[in-house]
C-alpha cells in the first residue's frame, strides 16, 4: 500500500493488557501500520516478547497493572494520550483492552479516534454466555449453550447435553494468571462440571455448557473484517483453519484465505443486524453431520491471524480502520485467495511448504529480521523450562476414575440420578432459549 494512502500525520495507539510474550497479532499490527508510515505507539507488556525488536514501533509505554480495572486502563489511555499531544487512532489487541475502551468511551473519545459502537456491544459480544442470547435473537446458529446456577445443575445440564460437552467462562479474560483455569475445556464427565462450577468465583465469571461440535478436517473456519462507519465490512474475508495449537481447540497455526459464501453471508447478516462497528474476529465451526456453520466466538478486536487477508492493495483490518477514521478513502484491492499465513513456532514445517498462492509467516519478515531471530531463542528457553513437567505428566499413571468416559449422546438419565449417583434436578440448568424439560432430536440436530 502506498504510504500516502493512509494519513501518516495521525499515529496509532495499539493496546494489549495480555501478557503472553507470543502474541503475534501484536506484531502484525506494528507491522502493518509501520510499513504504511503511522508512528505506532505500543502500550503492553512485551517484556520478554520478540514485539519489542521491531523496528516499526515508535515507542513503547508501560501497560496497566495485570487484571486492571476499566479506570486504570482509561488512565493509562489518557496518559498515552497526552504524551502525543493529537489525537491517535486507538485499536485495542485483546477482550479486555476492546472491553473497556467500549466501557470508557465518552472519556477517551477526546483524545482517541474510535468506531461509533452501540453502546457496549463490544462487551455483550465478547462474552460467552451474552452471544449466545445475542445469536438467538438475530437468527444465527450457535451451539445450544446452558448456564447453570449450580453445582448440582452443571451435572445435569451435562448430562442433558451428552458427553462430552464444552465448558466455557463467559468471560475468559477475568480468569486469573496461575489459576491453572482455561477459558474453554472438554467436559467428559458430570463430575468434571459439578468440580469446574465450584471454582466460579475464582474464575470470575459465569460457567456455561455447550453442545460439542467434534473438530475434524475442514470444519474449522473464521472470518476477520472491519465494519466501517456505513456498515459495510472491509479488508478481511473467510479464511479456513488447518491446523491449530493445541491441536483441535487452539489457536490458528496455519490458515488459508478460502472463499465461502456461507460463512461471509453470516457474518453480513450478523454485523448489520446488530449495528456493529470496528474490527471483528468470528470463530465457526462446521456441524459435519447437517453442514451447518455455527458461530463459536465473537471477538471485538483483531484476530491474531489478520495479515493473511491482505488484499492486492495493501487493505488489512488495522490499515481499513486507520483509512476510515481519518476519512481517507479505502483502496480497491482484490482478494487473494489461497494465500497463507503460518506461525512458525507451532507449525515450523509448514513455513518450508511452497505456498504458490503466497504466504505470510507471523514472526519472520525480510524488512524486519529482529523479531523473528529473537523468538526462536525465546521459544527454545519457554520450551525448556516446560518439557519437563509435561514428560513427567506424560509419564505419570492417572487414576481410573470417569473423568475419560465418552458418550456421544446420553438419551436420558436413571431416574433420580445422575452417571456420577448424584441426585437429578429439574430443570436441568437455566437455557439461554425457552427451558424444555428434555432435548428433542430436533434440538440436538440444530445444535451439532
Not at 476510515?324 to 503460518?342: I, K, N, Q, S, W
Request: glycine share 8%.
Amino acid at each position: 500500500m502506498s504510504v500516502s494512502l493512509l494519513d501518516t500525520r495521525v499515529p496509532a495507539v495499539l493496546v494489549r493488557t495480555d501478557r503472553n510474550p507470543f502474541h503475534h497479532g501484536t506484531l502484525g499490527a506494528v507491522r502493518s501500520l509501520g510499513r504504511a508510515g503511522v508512528d505506532v505507539h505500543l502500550i503492553a507488556d512485551v517484556s520478554g516478547s520478540p514485539v519489542r525488536r521491531s523496528r516499526f514501533v515508535r515507542r513503547l509505554h508501560p501497560p496497566p497493572p495485570p487484571g486492571a480495572a476499566t479506570a486504570d486502563i482509561a488512565r493509562a489511555l489518557l496518559r498515552v494520550a497526552a504524551q502525543i499531544a493529537r489525537p491517535a487512532v486507538l485499536i485495542p489487541l485483546d477482550d479486555a483492552s476492546a472491553v473497556a475502551v467500549g466501557r470508557a468511551r465518552a472519556e477517551l473519545s477526546p483524545a482517541f479516534l474510535l468506531p461509533q459502537q452501540p453502546g457496549a456491544l463490544a462487551e455483550r459480544v465478547a462474552d460467552k454466555a451474552e452471544l449466545a442470547a445475542v445469536c438467538a435473537a438475530v437468527g444465527v446458529p450457535h451451539p445450544l449453550t446452558l448456564i447453570p446456577d449450580s453445582a448440582a445443575e452443571a451435572a445435569a445440564a451435562a448430562w442433558r447435553l451428552g458427553l462430552p460437552t464444552m465448558a466455557k467462562w463467559s468471560r475468559p479474560w477475568l480468569l486469573p494468571a496461575g489459576s491453572g483455569l482455561r477459558s474453554t475445556v472438554v467436559v467428559r464427565s458430570t463430575r468434571q462440571a459439578r468440580e469446574l462450577y465450584l471454582r466460579t468465583e475464582e474464575a470470575g465469571s459465569r460457567l456455561l455448557l455447550q453442545e460439542f461440535l467434534p473438530p475434524g478436517p475442514d470444519l474449522d473456519w473464521f472470518c476477520h473484517g472491519y465494519a466501517d462507519r456505513t456498515g459495510t465490512v472491509r479488508g478481511g474475508g473467510p479464511g479456513r483453519k488447518l491446523h491449530a495449537w493445541p491441536r483441535g481447540a487452539g489457536l490458528t497455526a496455519v490458515g488459508h484465505w478460502t472463499p465461502n459464501t456461507p460463512v461471509r453471508a453470516l457474518t453480513e447478516r450478523l454485523i448489520g443486524e446488530l449495528g456493529y462497528r470496528g474490527i471483528f474476529d468470528l470463530d465457526f465451526r462446521r456441524c459435519a453431520t447437517t453442514g451447518g456453520y455455527h458461530l463459536l466466538d465473537f471477538n471485538p478486536r483483531p484476530g491474531a491471524q489478520f495479515r493473511l487477508f491482505t488484499d492486492t492493495a495493501g487493505l488489512d483490518v488495522v490499515r481499513a480502520q486507520h483509512l476510515d477514521l481519518t476519512h481517507r478513502p479505502m483502496p480497491e484491492g482484490a482478494a487473494r485467495p489461497g494465500r497463507a499465513f503460518v506461525v512458525e513456532n507451532y507449525a515450523p514445517l509448514s513455513a518450508l511448504r511452497p505456498a504458490p498462492a503466497g504466504r505470510e509467516l507471523a514472526w519472520h519478515a525480510p524488512d524486519d529480521l529482529a523479531p523473528g531471530w529473537a523468538m526462536w531463542a525465546l521459544w527454545a528457553r519457554h520450551v525448556g523450562r516446560r518439557l519437563p513437567s509435561r514428560l513427567r505428566r506424560l509419564s505419570e499413571r492417572a487414576e481410573p476414575d470417569d473423568t475419560r468416559a465418552r458418550v456421544v449422546r446420553q438419551a436420558a438419565s436413571p431416574p433420580g440420578l445422575l452417571p456420577d449417583g448424584s441426585p437429578a434436578t429439574s430443570p436441568a440448568a437455566s437455557p439461554v432459549t425457552s427451558p424444555t424439560d428434555s432435548l428433542t432430536d430436533d434440538e440436538k440436530a440444530s445444535s451439532c
